[in-house]
């Protein structure tokens, strides 16, 4: 089955402490990126990546970071710097990023305690 | 201000009882118009998209159109297994070359049996 995996489905995290949340697809998509979801908002974008090796920041990058080594990887890392750290994560995929469809994961809920 | 407008936020129907979700968008130029499902706790299931006013597209009790401003999901005779969070998002002609969709808000949907 094709899809998109993220894991873990529920992080706990303490104040101060880097995580690391994980994005695979075996769609074969060259495009990959990474949103924010909290209560009442839209999807907010984090990072996208275009291509392996290659990434750019979207509307809400600060705190966050991501590598793009493989076709199928897209971690984000959410760092100490990030001062709203509670939400849920979703990662997508796309064929290219100017196509159109982009196809979810089941998304990460990370809590800071 | 926003770019993608959803309303209502919240609709609570009775079984069999047909409605609407509305989507306005203010972009200038539009190159595609996305329409996603999303269970509590999951990632977006696409629906639809829709490229030109005019266009159509169904799925079971679903019917999205599309204007040159607005996109409306019609939902006919609803059944509880229905209710979620409706979430639409937009393709900026042109946005810099990276034709990232923009996010609505989402309608939250509740159907009673």
């Known amino acids: 089955d094709g899809g998109i995996t993220q894991s873990p489905k529920y992080l706990f995290r303490k104040e101060g402490q880097n995580v690391t949340l994980s994005c695979e697809q075996n769609l074969n998509h060259d495009a990959m990126y990474w949103y924010r979801q909290d209560p009442g908002q839209g999807l907010r974008l984090i990072y996208y990546s275009q291509i392996v090796n290659d990434f750019q920041k979207g509307d809400i990058a600060e705190g966050y970071s991501v590598s793009r080594e493989k076709k199928e990887s897209f971690p984000l890392t959410v760092t100490s710097a990030q001062k709203n750290p509670t939400a849920f994560y979703l990662c997508?995929?796309?064929?290219?990023?100017?196509?159109?469809?982009?196809?979810f994961g089941p998304g990460t809920r990370l809590t800071v305690l | 201000e926003d770019q993608v407008t959803q309303s209502p936020e919240a609709l609570r129907l009775q079984e069999g009882e047909s409605s609407s979700l509305n989507c306005s968008y203010t972009?200038?130029?539009?190159?595609?118009l996305f329409w996603y499902r999303q269970d509590p706790g999951k990632g977006p299931e696409f629906l639809f998209t829709l490229y030109s006013a005019g266009e159509e597209k169904e799925k079971e009790r679903l019917k999205a159109t599309l204007t040159k401003k607005e996109s409306f999901l019609h939902i006919t005779a609803p059944k509880p297994e229905d209710s979620a969070t409706y979430l639409c998002?937009?393709?900026?002609?042109?946005?810099?070359?990276?034709?990232?969709?923009?996010f609505g808000r989402g309608t939250s949907l509740i159907v009673h049996p």
């Open positions: 997508a995929s796309s064929s290219a990023v100017n196509t159109d469809t982009q196809y």
């Open positions: 972009v200038s130029g539009l190159r595609g």
């Open positions: 998002a937009v393709q900026e002609r042109e946005s810099g070359g990276s034709y990232i969709p923009t």
